[in-house]
């Protein structure tokens, strides 16, 4: 069984910024097509950021939804086999639990679904409040 393992999560002000980092416990994350998703209380988990596996470039495709993106950044680091997730210009409706996600298979925008995702991390809270 594969763990992901999050870190990164925390308290911020409105405006500021946070970075999420989330590791396989087994093979390289360029083995997985990841991502972040969020659930707040009383809401449905919805898709933050997501990036593809492509061992042919340092820059695998992303997707990020239009209300992240400009703010939000997802790219994996195949030196530290990590992947992140960096938030910036963060507001309160940013304040959720973020669950890193890993899959095999999946490109382009079905990679937003959580349906593509077999594995998942135990999700780290991310607060904005001023």
């Not at 095999?104 to 679904?113: D, R």
């Amino acid at each position: 069984q594969i763990q992901l393992m999050e870190s990164g999560g925390g308290s911020v002000q409105p405006g500021g910024s946070l970075r999420l980092s989330c590791t396989p416990s087994k093979y390289t994350v360029n083995n997985y097509c990841m991502a972040w998703f969020r659930q707040a209380p009383g809401k449905e988990r919805e898709a933050v950021a997501s990036i593809a596996i492509d061992t042919t470039s340092n820059s695998p495709p992303t997707n990020i939804p239009p209300s992240n993106k400009g703010r939000f950044f997802i790219v994996k680091d195949v030196a530290k086999n990590s992947m992140s997730l960096e938030m910036n210009r963060l507001i309160p409706e940013d304040s959720a639990v973020y669950y890193c996600a890993a899959g095999y298979t999946g490109t382009g925008s079905l990679l937003l679904q959580s349906r593509v995702y077999k594995y998942w991390g135990q999700g780290t809270q991310v607060t904005v409040s001023s």
